[in-house]
């Protein structure tokens, strides 16, 4: 009874969530399309839904996008051994940075394994800053450590320390996926009923006082976002009909294609966690994505 209570809040709470933040971004469309950047993806797919639209007016404008995805993306599902879901999902987001206008070369799959990066998180930071001293990209984009997704908060956690130790300076800047999608809630799992109220009730209110927040329009450039993660088939669709096969539904792809996408400023120096111990709480048991 509670969880039917507090899921029919959240989804009314939700869209007046989005359009305060929102209401308090700043515009700052014209600007980001001449800077050069490189987006770092945790799997294939969070490239399209995080900042998709961006990615094509970069590179509409001529403008230098480089893109690296962390993991493999093979434990979104668990497949028959006669599919390599890992080679699938290479595929797929060869085929949708393609859409968006990203150059061949442009496209770096480390090959992580999914659902394990905060395991690898020394390495990555190695080579995202090689990435960026060789590139010397205006910005970095990353998943936000907002995200209750271990993986999320892991590369997220890992460009901080990488941009933090570079010897370009890149400005940092992260894109909410799950924080955008399902809400400023925490996650509170193994709490007291209490102890969990009083943070629901707590995140609920200091939602309103928004980050700051940078807005991209989408514009024109919606359609090209849309057939970027069309092209990531594999999260849409069932590619085993005999098996339990979980996809992105409707309310997140709309949460994610909106007028506009959400970038949040980070001080890579001030602000940077350095181990999982200092992100919050990540109990939820899901790889995909």
Request: overall charge negative; aromatic content about 6%.
């Amino acid at each position: 009874m509670l969880a039917e209570v507090r899921h029919g809040f959240e989804r009314a709470y939700k869209p007046l969530w989005r359009r305060s933040v929102i209401a308090q971004g700043t515009d700052v469309t014209a600007e980001h399309a001449t800077r050069s950047c490189i987006v770092f993806a945790p799997h294939p797919d969070d490239e399209s839904l995080g900042c998709g639209g961006l990615i094509a007016r970069k590179r509409d404008a001529g403008t230098a996008v480089r893109v690296v995805v962390a993991s493999n993306g093979a434990r979104s599902h668990i497949t028959s051994s006669d599919l390599d879901l890992a080679a699938v999902r290479a595929s797929e987001v060869a085929e949708a940075c393609r859409i968006l206008g990203v150059e061949p070369d442009d496209l770096v799959q480390l090959g992580f394994p999914d659902g394990e990066l905060a395991g690898f998180e020394d390495a990555l930071v190695g080579r995202i800053a090689d990435e960026i001293d060789e590139h010397h990209p205006d910005d970095v984009l990353v998943t936000t450590t907002r995200d209750w997704h271990p993986d999320h908060q892991a590369l997220g956690r890992a460009v901080r320390r990488a941009v933090a130790r570079t010897s370009w300076a890149p400005r940092l800047l992260e894109y909410p996926i799950y924080w955008w999608v399902e809400g400023p809630w925490r996650r509170r799992e193994g709490r007291t009923r209490w102890s969990y109220g009083a943070g629901y009730a707590a995140d609920t209110v200091t939602a309103f006082a928004a980050p700051t927040v940078h807005l991209v329009a989408t514009g024109h450039y919606l359609t090209t976002k849309r057939r970027a993660i069309a092209a990531h088939r594999s999260q849409l669709q069932p590619l085993e009909l005999d098996r339990e096969w979980a996809v992105i539904d409707r309310s997140m792809r709309a949460a994610l294609t909106g007028r506009y996408e959400v970038l949040l400023p980070v001080d890579a120096v001030r602000d940077q966690p350095t181990s999982a111990n200092d992100a919050p709480s990540t109990l939820r048991p899901t790889t995909s994505v």
